[in-house]
């Protein structure tokens, strides 16, 4: 299963991984399995401090499991549905293709005022 493993830090993070690095950009995400991301996560990095004690280098991932996939993946029925008819086994599917129609649709009215201003 792909998960997202997000870097909440304003800076990039790097660090070896497996005899890779893994360069994660900053507020951005990388897509691995859940294994490694769990084994990322877990592996120590020294904590490099300035002069004040500061920390310079801030180890704040955090990983990113979808929930519809793992809901596939464990077998669980599909409970919601949708008003055009499509299946979730979450709310949280559910919701996220509810966003993403509507914003379809604000896309849409968007692009109708500008053609009909420029016509």
Request: overall charge neutral.
């Amino acid at each position: 299963m792909q998960v997202k493993v997000w870097n909440e830090d304003h800076r990039e993070w790097v660090e070896e991984f497996k005899g890779n690095e893994i360069r994660i950009p900053p507020k951005g995400h990388i897509l691995m399995t859940r294994s490694e991301a769990v084994q990322l996560l877990k592996q120590y990095s020294p904590p490099i401090k300035n002069g004040r004690g500061d920390d310079l280098r801030p180890k704040i991932l955090r990983m990113e499991v979808d929930p519809e996939e793992f809901a596939a993946r464990t077998d669980q029925p599909l409970k919601y549905m949708a008003m055009d008819g499509n299946q979730f086994r979450t709310t949280e599917g559910l919701k996220k293709y509810e966003e993403s129609i509507k914003a379809e649709v604000s896309d849409g009215r968007k692009r109708a005022v500008k053609v009909g201003e420029t016509a």
